[in-house]
C-alpha cells in the first residue's frame, strides 16, 4: 500500500505548479509569529520550501532554519530552489529522530500538520525540541473546512488525513505544558500559537 511519504515523493516535482500559496497570507501568519532576528526556526515538512525566503528574511544571516521533509523528493526540489547559508536541509520523519536539537526558538507546521497520525503524541514530541519560551505553530492558509474537504477529494493515502478542530488542538497543547498565546479559525486562515 502505498505510504503518505510515496504519495508527496511522487508529487515533489509539480508541487509547486499544483499548490497556489497565497504568500500574502503566508506572510500574514508568520507576522503574527513575531520571528526575531538570529532566531533559530524548524520548519516541518518544509516541501519545496514555499517558507523558506519568508523565515529567512524574518531570522536574518544570524539566525538558522531547519527545513525538514520526510519525503527525499520535495528536499531536493528545495534544495535546487534555495541556497542560503543558514538553512540546513533534512530529509527525515520530524517524530522519528529526524531532528535532534531541543534549543529551537519556534517550531512551524505549515500545512502538514493533519498528516500526522497520532497528532497528540506529534505535538508532545514536536514540544521536546523548543526551548523554554519556544513557539510552536500549526498553520494554513485555508479555512479548516477548506483543507479538509481538499483532502477528502484526494484518493490515496491522505484522504483520512485531517485537521481537528480548534478545541482539541487546544487540549493537545495544553497536556503538552504548551500555552496557546493565539488562534484563528475562519474562512481565510486557521492557526495557533503557543507558548512552551
Ligand atoms: C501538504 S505538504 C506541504 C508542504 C509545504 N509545507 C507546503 O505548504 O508547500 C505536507 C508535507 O509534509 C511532509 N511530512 C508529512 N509527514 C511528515 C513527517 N512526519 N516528518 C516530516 N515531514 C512530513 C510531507 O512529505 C509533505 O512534503
Given at each position: 500500500?502505498?505510504s503518505?511519504?510515496?504519495?508527496?515523493?511522487?508529487?515533489?516535482?509539480l508541487?509547486?505548479n499544483?499548490?497556489?500559496?497565497?504568500?500574502?497570507?503566508v506572510?500574514?501568519?508568520i507576522?503574527l509569529?513575531?520571528?526575531?532576528k538570529?532566531?533559530?526556526?524548524l520548519?516541518?515538512g518544509?516541501?519545496?520550501?514555499?517558507?523558506?525566503?519568508v523565515l529567512?528574511?524574518?531570522?536574518?544571516?544570524?539566525g538558522?532554519?531547519?527545513?525538514?521533509?520526510?519525503?527525499?523528493?520535495?528536499?531536493e526540489?528545495?534544495?535546487?530552489?534555495?541556497d542560503y547559508?543558514?538553512?540546513?536541509?533534512v530529509?527525515?520523519?520530524?517524530?522519528?529522530?529526524?531532528?535532534?536539537?531541543?534549543?529551537?526558538?519556534?517550531?512551524?507546521?505549515?500545512?502538514?500538520?493533519?498528516?500526522?497520525?497520532?497528532?497528540k503524541?506529534a505535538i508532545?514530541?514536536?514540544?521536546?525540541h523548543?526551548?523554554k519560551n519556544?513557539?510552536?505553530?500549526?498553520?494554513?492558509?485555508q479555512?479548516?473546512d477548506?483543507?479538509?474537504?481538499?483532502?477528502?477529494?484526494?484518493?490515496?493515502?491522505?484522504?483520512?488525513?485531517?485537521?481537528?478542530?480548534?478545541?482539541?488542538?487546544?487540549?493537545?497543547?495544553?497536556?503538552?505544558?504548551?500555552?496557546?498565546?493565539?488562534?484563528?479559525?475562519?474562512?481565510e486562515?486557521?492557526?495557533?500559537?503557543?507558548?512552551?
Amino acid at each position: 500500500m502505498s505510504s503518505n511519504k510515496d504519495y508527496f515523493n511522487s508529487k515533489a516535482e509539480l508541487w509547486d505548479n499544483i499548490v497556489d500559496h497565497d504568500l500574502k497570507k503566508v506572510q500574514r501568519i508568520i507576522d503574527l509569529v513575531e520571528i526575531k532576528k538570529g532566531d533559530k526556526i524548524l520548519d516541518v515538512g518544509t516541501g519545496t520550501g514555499v517558507l523558506i525566503p519568508v523565515l529567512q528574511a524574518c531570522v536574518g544571516d544570524q539566525g538558522q532554519i531547519t527545513a525538514i521533509d520526510i519525503a527525499e523528493k520535495m528536499i531536493e526540489v528545495a534544495k535546487r530552489k534555495f541556497d542560503y547559508s543558514n538553512v540546513e536541509f533534512v530529509v527525515g520523519d520530524v517524530l522519528e529522530k529526524g531532528v535532534s536539537d531541543s534549543d529551537f526558538d519556534c517550531i512551524i507546521c505549515y500545512s502538514m500538520f493533519p498528516h500526522f497520525e497520532d497528532k497528540k503524541a506529534a505535538i508532545s514530541t514536536l514540544a521536546k525540541h523548543l526551548k523554554k519560551n519556544g513557539k510552536l505553530v500549526i498553520c494554513h492558509s485555508q479555512s479548516r473546512d477548506a483543507i479538509n474537504h481538499l483532502h477528502q477529494e484526494i484518493p490515496g493515502p491522505v484522504q483520512e488525513d485531517r485537521l481537528p478542530s480548534m478545541d482539541i488542538l487546544k487540549q493537545m497543547f495544553e497536556s503538552a505544558d504548551i500555552n496557546v498565546s493565539l488562534e484563528i479559525d475562519d474562512e481565510e486562515l486557521f492557526v495557533i500559537i503557543g507558548l512552551l
